[in-house]
């Protein structure tokens, strides 16, 4: 990340670093058994541009989120939307997922966007994800990535 860089209050911003290499990390982000492990079961995910593909969400109020793939540079960068149509208040988002080479290891930058927090609604719902992807969704793609 550049120094001088502004950060997007509306956004979701998070670094981690796994010491294994960029290849490593990305097959843990685009292989649907290791997706499966640390995120959400996949069903028609590849990493290719134009792929639209869901997860499975075991909560009742939402069965599945409509994806489709955005950006895909193999060992660099992986993006989709990210879409809730059933929900009570329906939401689309980015999810960026940026690998950058850190001396044998990989920076991962993970980038959720969509998010209006004029709405104290979606405010609080971008603050209760934030809060997922740090204690729950990156410890464990860490252990994926470990094994």
């Not at 997706?35 to 069965?63: H, K, N, Q």
């Not at 927090?117 to 729950?136: F, G």
Request: with cysteine.
């Amino acid at each position: 990340m550049i120094a001088d860089a502004q950060l997007n209050p509306a956004a979701i911003e998070l670094g981690s670093f796994f010491p294994q290499p960029p290849d490593t990390v990305w097959r843990a982000l685009t292989q649907p058994d290791l997706l499966e492990r640390w995120l959400l079961r996949p069903t028609g995910f590849a990493a290719s541009v134009g792929t639209r593909f869901r997860f499975a969400v075991p909560a009742p109020s939402i069965d599945e989120i409509a994806c489709e793939v955005l950006a895909a540079r193999p060992y660099q960068q992986l993006t989709y939307s990210w879409l809730l149509p059933q929900a009570e208040h329906p939401a689309r988002w980015i999810v960026d997922w940026t690998l950058l080479p850190q001396g044998r290891g990989t920076r991962l930058l993970l980038t959720q966007t969509g998010f209006d927090i004029e709405d104290r609604r979606q405010k609080m719902l971008r603050n209760a994800m934030e809060r997922h992807w740090k204690r729950s969704v990156l410890p464990r793609l860490g252990e994926v990535i470990h094994h």
